[in-house]
């Protein structure tokens, strides 16, 4: 289904489901939105799609919890950018608790 109108701005996505490979991360990444606001990700390293969408297909509730807190401090031009960030912090975040443990 082609959503593109002459007039984009006749409607607005209430939610939207995106699968997105970023090469130079060498991720898939599932966003999920309501009304442009991130309510779910997850993200799984490595190029295969099909075990992205057997395993990861479902929100990691703490993942965006932690970008939902750190969205406004990230850098980066594009969203996709900050995501990534947020990604990465969390990684090592996660890292350096279960280190001290």
């Known amino acids: 289904m082609n959503l593109k109108t002459n007039k984009m ?10 699968i997105v490979w970023c090469h130079e991360d060498d991720r898939y990444i599932l966003i999920i939105k ?9 993200y799984m390293q490595g190029d295969e799609l ?3 969408m057997d395993e ?7 993942l965006t919890k932690f970008y939902q807190a750190t969205h406004p ?8 950018d900050r ?4 990604i ?11 280190a001290d443990l």
């Open 88 to 98: 990465w912090a969390h990684f090592e975040y996660k890292c350096l608790k279960h």
């Open 50 to 52: 099909g075990v992205f």
């Open 34 to 42: 309501e009304d442009d606001d991130i309510v779910g990700l997850n």
């Open 83 to 86: 995501i990534n960030q947020a």
């Open 73 to 80: 401090y990230l850098g980066g031009i594009s969203e996709l």
């Open 56 to 62: 990861f297909s479902e929100v990691d509730a703490d």
């Open 9 to 18: 701005e006749d409607y607005k996505v209430a939610r939207s489901r995106e």
